[in-house]
C-alpha cells in the first residue's frame, strides 16, 4: 500500500465561517461543504482535510463552523435545543453534541457546540442570546439550559 501524499493546502477558514482558497473567497456552497465534508481535526490540535489518497492541513482562525440558527422545544429537562450551523447541519445539543463557554480576554462569552470528527462550531453573539432567552439557574446558582436529558451551563450568577 502507497502511502498518502501530504499537503499544506493554502485553504483558510475566517471567524465568521467563510472559506478562502489562496486569498480569495470560496463563493461556491456546494464546494465548501465538499471540503467540509472530509475535514477533521486530528489530535495534534491541526485541521486536515482527508481523502483516500492524500490529505493535508489548512488554517482555521477559530472554529470550522459558525452557528447561525438556534430552535428550541420543550421545557425543563425534556426540552431539546437544536443548532443549525452555517453549512445547514443540524445539531441537537445532548452529552454526544455538548456546549462549552470560553470567556475572552474582554470578558465576553465565546460559546461552542462540539459537531463531529473533532470540531466544534462558534455560537453566534445573535444566537448566542436566544440561548440565553432560555437559561434557568440551577441549584449551585450557575444559569445553563436543558436539552435531550442533560443541563448545560452557560455561566454563574453574580
Partial sequence: MSQKEIHNYDIRIATNGDWYHEGSKINR??????????????????????????EGTIEVDDAPFVITKFDHSGSNNSAKCWFTTNLGEE?????INPLRVEIDNQNNPRP?????????????????????????????????????????RIGYSD
Avoid: C
Wanted: charged share 25%; aromatic share 18%; net charge neutral.
Fill in 29 to 54: 456552497i456546494e464546494l465548501v461543504k465538499l471540503f467540509a465534508s472530509v475535514l477533521h481535526k486530528k489530535d495534534d490540535n491541526k485541521f486536515w482535510l482527508i481523502t483516500p489518497k492524500e
Fill in 91 to 95: 445539531i441537537l445539543l445532548s452529552k
Fill in 112 to 152: 461552542y457546540i462540539y459537531v463531529f470528527r473533532g470540531m466544534e462550531a462558534l455560537i453566534l453573539r445573535s444566537v448566542y442570546y436566544e440561548v440565553v432567552n432560555f437559561a434557568v439557574k440551577d441549584q449551585s446558582g450557575e444559569y445553563g439550559i436543558w436539552s435531550d436529558g442533560s443541563f448545560f
